[in-house]
């Protein structure tokens, strides 16, 4: 038979398999939770404001500096009760994993992004800002003027001398959400954004997200009523959709992305790891105990392997920060995936 003479017709319908009533129905073209979330929820009316001052950093570094860019979030998210907030759900995080690593990264040449939860441990200013010593405890008055007090002074120089340094290069721009919808809303646009620096773009996420939140349409307008509830208030929160494979996937593919997984039980941390690589096909997880996570981490990867960093009681006790040893494994790790993927584009 010539070659160019089929045997069949494709415009032909297969009649066995169309009569065949066992197959199950092929369900509609679902939208994913994610999308459903962003059609049904507002953004931050001040949204477009941090797209143009992020556009223009990363333009600025990706034009100028020639610098890598990390997204580090931190901080816990709100869930809020009440349009008019009086109650809300809080997440626990202080925000000191993330501005320690912010100030880290920076010493290390990267600029930052830090999107932080206001109010929380900023990058510089925490070594001050949330201390038991009130903010004047360490000045001093000296002949009617006043002074920075001499048993701070050293150490506030070294500050003050790297705050200075990352502002004078615009390095570091300082990005706040409160609640879960505006952290999730200022995620999307600032990922989409680093989108443009391809593989020179790293996510450091290690804000403390709420799984669960209560969706606008079932928040009540006003302060909720104790009397309206007969003494008791039952809430019925919505499980949060998983906006890190958004994240992997759609807004940030070229990305590098690290996320942070929070436990108590230290049986678990390791499985638990494992799975969010296994879900969401990022590059890797650093697992921590709330007991022990300022002394201990696990670097773990999506081939299975575990590397634990830890300080030890001596360097504990002289105050290091284990996050001085997180990041350069991290930027290490960011750089394999700048030269696989240099050598991809080859
Ligand atoms: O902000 P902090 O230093 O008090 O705590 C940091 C942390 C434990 C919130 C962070 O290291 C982390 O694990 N973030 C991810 C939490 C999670 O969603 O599992």
Redesign the pocket.
Known sequence: MSPLKKSFHTSNPDADTAIDRTIPDFPAAQISDEDKYFKNHKPPSYLPEIEKEVANFVEFHQNQSGKNIVLVT??GTTVPLENNTVRFIDNF??????ATSAEYFLENGYAVIFLHREFSLLPYSRHYSHTTNCFLDYMTEVNNKVEINRDFADEMLLVLRKYKAAKESNSLILIPYTTVNQYLYTLKSISEIMERLESKALFYL????SDFFLPQSKMPQHKIQSQDHGGKLIIDLEQVPKFLSRLVDNWAPSAMVVS???ETDHTILIKKAMSALERYSHQLVIG?LLQT?KKEIVFVTPDGHEDWVRLTDEQYAQKEEIEKLIIPKVISYHQQWINSHSLKTE
């Not at 290690?206 to 997200?209: G, L, P, Q, T």
């Open positions: 931190s901080g995080s202080a925000g000191t994993r993330g290690a804000a403390a997200v942070f997984k929070l921590n996570r």
